[in-house]
């Protein structure tokens, strides 16, 4: 029977939480071993596995070349999980916190300590990194995990699925399958933390669901992220780095550039090099094996409507190198297309592409740059290229965006010791670091009183020891360190 034919109820969902819960209480705290010994496991299955998920995607998509699948997905979960079980000792270790004075002879420290069972709600676009990176980190932190994978890609979805299931029992990892009904009855259990990747739309609509149970929540949504090419900067190493991260699985990445701003008088200079370029990439053209498709009809449709509105509304577009009825001898496949002439009207410049369509706009001064990216929602990622080391900290300095790159796209999400995450509407929290550790830890501070102690002369009655040690404590600041009369300016 297909997984998907009959999603199970919600009362399945919530036994098999409690099934995790209970099994997590018996064993709280597994040691560095134990979780060790679960990453590796992890990580055999994912090799075992290459061939046939690198297989299902591509059908899942329509075409997606396996070494698009490698280099973006199984590289980075297999650096991840060695990444994990290489600092693992150390991330649990536990953080010694300072003691005042009036405390000593106490220690004070921080433990930290799995938070229970994590649900996991992993996305279509790179459905094998952004529900195992996840996953091992869940993993690491010495949770359990229940894992929805995306209904778009359930071939892959189901993959993954058969796979876990080999090699962790329903009581440490359970995969659950089935379309956006169950995906909201699982955003509705009571988890100890639950991750989202996804839409800013959805996340909102999870964050709500687990508000009804004060679920924590990690939220990695997306956003219009710009990539800024600084006055003169159009050489090939800018532009090689900006068609790698734009058209990269077909544009269908959350943190690829959404739009960029080029200075007026390198626009021509940037079109012709980044056609150039696409062409160098993709010598095929969008029926390039190595060239990936939109994942569904629905998609597809959208971003074709992206393009009309945008040429409706006076935009000029500029096809790379093929028509869109040659694109359309293969499955729902677009061709990249650059946008020039592109205002804050069309749709293009209002809602993420998440496509290989890249609008451009002009600036004629870093500050205008600056405050065009701030009049708009904080974005996921923001890149940077120029050589001028003054114009790129000012950047760097007023905006704000969960990630930045300098002279590069994507690349920091490969940096397994960086936080990965957003702010505002393109998320909440991070993973991957110790940071993603932290989030899926409780860090329990525990403080120590020792035999001696002089805060327990402070009980009362209260006397002179009570005196000596509040004007010891609160003792008027020096001019420096906040003395009112100082800052009043008096």
């Known amino acids: 029977m297909n997984a998907y034919a009959e999603p199970p109820p919600t009362r399945c969902l919530t036994s098999v939480l409690d099934q995790q819960r209970k099994a997590f209480l018996s064993e709280p705290t597994p040691d560095v071993a134990t979780r060790r010994t679960h990453l590796a496991r992890l990580r055999h299955a994912v090799l075992a596995y290459r061939r046939e998920m690198e297989t299902a995607i591509s059908a899942d998509f329509g075409n997606r070349s396996r070494h698009e699948t490698g280099i973006m997905e199984l590289v980075s979960v297999i650096q991840a999980i060695d990444y994990l079980s290489r600092k693992l000792s150390r991330f649990m270790k536990r953080e010694r916190r300072h003691v005042s004075f009036i405390y000593q002879a106490g220690r004070a420290y921080v433990e930290y300590q799995p938070k229970g069972v994590i649900g996991i709600m992993a996305p279509w676009n790179y459905p094998i990194a952004l529900t195992m990176i996840p996953l091992a980190t869940a993993i690491a932190a010495g949770n359990r995990v229940m894992l929805k994978p995306s209904e778009l890609t359930r071939r892959t979805s189901e993959v993954i699925h058969r796979m876990l299931s080999e090699i962790f029992a329903p009581e440490e990892v359970a995969v659950v399958l089935g379309g956006p009904e169950v995906g909201a009855d699982f955003s509705h259990l009571a988890f100890d933390h639950l991750l989202f990747t996804g839409s800013t739309q959805v996340g909102k609509k999870v964050m709500e669901a687990a508000s009804k149970h004060l679920v924590p929540v990690t939220l990695e949504l997306g956003g219009k992220s710009p990539v800024?090419?600084?006055?003169?900067?159009?050489?090939?190493?800018?532009?090689?780095?900006?068609?790698?991260?734009?058209?990269?699985?077909?544009?269908?990445?959350?943190?690829?550039?959404?739009?960029?701003?080029?200075?007026?008088?390198?626009?021509?200079?940037?079109?012709?090099?980044?056609?150039?370029?696409?062409?160098?990439?993709?010598?095929?053209?969008?029926?390039?094996?190595?060239?990936?498709?939109?994942?569904?009809?629905?998609?597809?449709?959208?971003?074709?409507?992206?393009?009309?509105?945008?040429?409706?509304?006076?935009?000029?577009?500029?096809?790379?190198?093929?028509?869109?009825?040659?694109?359309?001898t293969r499955t729902r496949t677009i061709p990249p297309i650059l946008i020039t002439?592109?205002?804050?009207?069309?749709?293009?410049?209002?809602?993420?592409?998440?496509?290989?369509?890249?609008?451009?706009?002009?600036?004629?001064?870093?500050?205008?740059?600056?405050?065009?990216?701030?009049?708009?929602?904080?974005?996921?990622?923001?890149?940077?290229?120029?050589?001028?080391?003054?114009e790129r900290d000012a950047v760097l300095m007023r905006t704000t965006s969960g990630n930045v790159g300098v002279n590069n796209t994507i690349m920091h999400v490969a940096q397994d010791d960086l936080p990965f995450g957003g702010i505002g509407p393109s998320g909440m929290g991070a993973y991957h670091g110790i940071e993603g550790f932290r989030a899926m830890s409780h860090a329990k501070g525990v403080f120590v009183q020792g035999h001696w102690s002089l805060a327990r002369l402070l009980h009362a009655p209260f006397g002179k020891l009570a005196e000596f040690a509040l004007a010891t404590t609160l003792r008027r600041p020096g001019k420096n360190v906040g003395d009112r009369n100082f800052v009043l300016g008096r």
């Open 341 to 390: 002439e592109a205002n804050d009207e069309m749709k293009v410049m209002q809602e993420e592409i998440f496509g290989p369509i890249l609008p451009v706009r002009t600036y004629r001064t870093i500050d205008e740059v600056i405050d065009y990216v701030n009049a708009r929602p904080r974005p996921l990622a923001l890149y940077y290229f120029g050589s001028d080391i003054v």
């Open 228 to 328: 800024i090419v600084s006055r003169g900067h159009i050489n090939q190493r800018t532009l090689n780095s900006i068609v790698f991260g734009k058209l990269s699985n077909g544009g269908q990445t959350c943190v690829a550039p959404d739009y960029a701003l080029v200075h007026e008088d390198d626009l021509d200079r940037f079109v012709q090099a980044y056609t150039n370029t696409v062409a160098r990439f993709y010598p095929d053209g969008p029926t390039s094996d190595d060239y990936t498709s939109i994942v569904t009809d629905g998609h597809y449709a959208r971003l074709l409507n992206l393009i009309g509105d945008a040429r409706r509304k006076g935009a000029k577009v500029i096809e790379g190198g093929v028509t869109p009825e040659r694109a359309a």
